[in-house]
């Protein structure tokens, strides 16, 4: 299998760059995509088909959870991984379609890889 591939989402250039980083130096994955916006979120995704999506919860328009649900609904989908500010245990993801929530301050390659190793591969399997 190759690469697993990647759309970051976060209206903040500071922080798609930042998770950009993050998933460069992490082997085995590989960013296909950004958007800075759920709308644009959901449009990049058809056009690039990323395994798995980074997505930021608090965006303009559609926010990440709505974006989640439309990105996971029925029908093979990507994998969605919600970040923000707030700690974990502030955010319910309930309902989204996001297989995890992680505070953008503990993300890192061996968050990524984690979190990819335990909810990821059987969905593109």
């Known amino acids: 299998m190759g690469d697993v591939r990647v759309l970051v989402v976060d209206d903040q ?6 998770m950009t980083t993050v998933v460069e130096e992490t082997d085995g994955f590989v960013v296909v ?13 058809a056009e690039v088909r990323p395994d798995l999506v980074l997505m ?17 609904g029925p029908g093979p989908g ?8 707030y700690d ?4 319910d993801v309930a309902g989204s379609g996001a297989v ?9 390659p061996d968050r990524l ?13």
Do not use: C
């Not at 995890?100 to 890192?108: L, N, Q, T």
């Open 56 to 72: 930021d919860v608090h965006l303009p328009g559609i926010d990440g959870l709505e974006a989640s649900r439309r990105l996971t």
């Open 100 to 108: 995890a929530y992680v505070a953008k301050a503990a993300f890192g």
């Open 78 to 85: 990507a994998v969605v991984v919600l970040l923000s500010t």
């Open 88 to 91: 974990e245990d502030q955010i």
């Open 13 to 18: 250039e500071p922080f798609r760059r930042a």
């Open 113 to 125: 890889a984690e979190i990819w190793q335990r909810h990821g591969q059987d969905a593109v399997a």
């Open 33 to 45: 995509g950004s958007a800075a916006s759920g709308e644009d979120a959901l449009l990049t995704a």
